[in-house]
């Protein structure tokens, strides 16, 4: 479903991945956990292509580009990995002119040359499934930010994408909505859908996860099943991390 193969992004003369290889099963849920600034948001958004990477190989469904310094990705490349990979971000990034159900209905317009009415039913259906068919008409700022996430996750869910990646998708939330966001990823991951999750929700990472990539300095530095990762890892800076988020 997705490979990643030596994956590297530098900015001007930082290099924040130093190396990626990753795989992602299809039906599996993968949660990235790490410490701030160890490259679990550039990989999601190099897997998306919103970040060309440097240099590696990127494989999403059956489409697949090879990456070096010298790559002109062209836009007829990026599209079907934008089509086969949908992305929840952290800031909803909802158009704050259109209600929720023009939202959800505007890549199935623009992109997808959906007709309106089809593209209507689609958007009708996802947002019942993360439980806002009673916010059709409503305008973002009317919404509380746990519902503009699930605007944005039934969004996302309405281009039939292969994988969604989530950018820490609960970490702009108030602690009282953080829980029903979190629901319908899992309702998600227990239907089977293919998902890669950056969080920092520990709890939420044990209990989803069929496998938990932890990342440090631009690199996996470990990577194993949650019973692995949270009860009986040997790495020293995962243990630090954890120990971390712990006493916080």
């Not at 190989?57 to 490349?77: A, Q």
């Not at 040359?113 to 009673?134: C, F, I, N």
Request: proline share 4%; charged share 25%.
């Amino acid at each position: 479903m997705i490979e990643v193969s030596g994956l590297k992004k530098r900015f001007h003369d930082v290099e924040i991945l130093k190396g990626i290889d990753l795989q992602v099963n299809q039906g599996e849920t993968v949660v990235v956990i790490g410490p701030s600034g160890s490259g679990k948001t550039t990989l999601l958004r190099c897997i998306n292509l919103l970040e060309i990477p440097t240099s590696g190989t990127i494989r999403v469904s059956d489409s697949e580009i090879h990456f070096n310094p010298d790559t002109k990705v062209r836009i007829k490349e990026i599209i079907p990995f934008r089509r086969n990979s949908g992305m929840v971000f952290q800031g909803y990034n909802l158009f704050p002119h259109m209600t929720v159900i023009q939202n959800v209905m505007e890549g199935l317009i623009t992109v997808l040359k959906w007709p309106k009415q089809k593209a209507l039913e689609r958007a009708t259906q996802m947002l019942s499934k993360v439980g806002l068919s009673d916010k059709l008409d409503a305008y973002p700022h009317q919404l509380s930010g746990g519902q503009q996430q699930r605007v944005g996750i039934a969004r996302a869910m309405a281009m039939n994408p292969h994988v969604i990646l989530f950018d820490e998708p609960t970490s702009a939330l108030d602690p009282e909505l953080v829980g029903e966001v979190l629901t319908v990823i899992k309702n998600l991951a227990d239907e089977g859908m293919t998902m890669v999750v950056v969080t920092h929700e520990m709890g939420f990472a044990r209990e989803v996860a069929d496998r938990v990539v932890f990342m440090d300095g631009g690199v996996i530095a470990a990577e194993g099943s949650p019973e692995e990762i949270f009860d009986n890892t040997t790495n020293e800076r995962l243990r630090l991390f954890l120990r971390k988020l712990g006493d916080a």
